[in-house]
């Protein structure tokens, strides 16, 4: 399986809003991390084949996607980023409909809307309506059913938007329960959903990428370029306006930052460990 995309841009009346974009996605998960307007949802779409690139073009197995129409569309699911559901429909009704209109024949529908209902979670309150659900079970309705179809790809739109805590836990739960042999491509702006999911990382800025690799590997790229160091409060706050710095912490009178920085900022200063964090302000500040 792979899923090749191939100087792919996009202009929307003159703005580009992707340029050049080109990757390989084989088997895993890939987290497709960039900030508000980076150009994920668009890119997204396009491998989704719901958008028509303005140059370039997506393979699947080394076929054009656009040339393969539904025979590609069968094998994929899409969360979009503004998942509406029906308020009147209950989880189950919803589930059986979207099945329906993907084509599946009334038995596998019921099969697969059971199925995924009790693998999302929600088996318990499928006989309710979808209007009363919080954000976590609405978007848990969306990831079941862009599973009906039992898709080789996944493709989710900021899945994790609005979900609190538990929610985010239980989220990556059922993402690796599901991940084997598919790919899943998932874009967030939540660094903290990279770290935990993602076996390969795409970086996108202003419609470019920027870095592909997993965690670690882009980890290693910080390394001697974050600092930490402990001054008077005075002192601490002159030096976190000349550098990216990612934490302060006040303790008895004292600041502690922690900084991005190519060399040592104050001769106090030790380098320590990068994290995902550091590595979202290096890239995205
Ligand atoms: N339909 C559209 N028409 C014009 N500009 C758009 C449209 N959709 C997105 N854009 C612009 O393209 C850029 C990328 O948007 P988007 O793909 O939604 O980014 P992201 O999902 O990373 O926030 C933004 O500058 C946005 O304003
Ligand atoms: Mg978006």
Known sequence: MSLTVENVSKI???????????FKLEYGI????????????????????????STGRVLFNGQEISSLGPAFREKLGYLPQDFGVYPNFTAEQFLLYIARLKGLSKFEARRRTDELLELVGLSDIKRERLGGFSGGQRQRVGIAQALLNDPQILIMDEPTAGLDPEERIRFRRILSDLSQNKTVLLSTHIVSDI?????????LKKGRVLEIGKPAELLVLLEGKVWTVTLS???????AKQ??????????????????SEQQPHPAAQPITPNMEDMYLYFFR
């Open 12 to 22: 929307y009346d003159k703005t580009p809003a992707l340029e050049g974009v080109n």
């Open 243 to 260: 550098y990216p710095c990612s934490n302060t912490v006040h303790f008895e009178g004292k600041s502690t930052l922690r900084l991005i």
């Open 30 to 53: 890939y987290g497709l991390l960039g900030p508000n307007g980076a150009g994920k949802t668009t890119l997204m779409r396009i491998i989704a084949d719901l958008l028509v690139p």
């Open 195 to 203: 770290e935990a999911v993602a076996n390969e990382v795409i970086l």
């Open 233 to 239: 409060i005075d002192e601490g706050t002159v030096l």
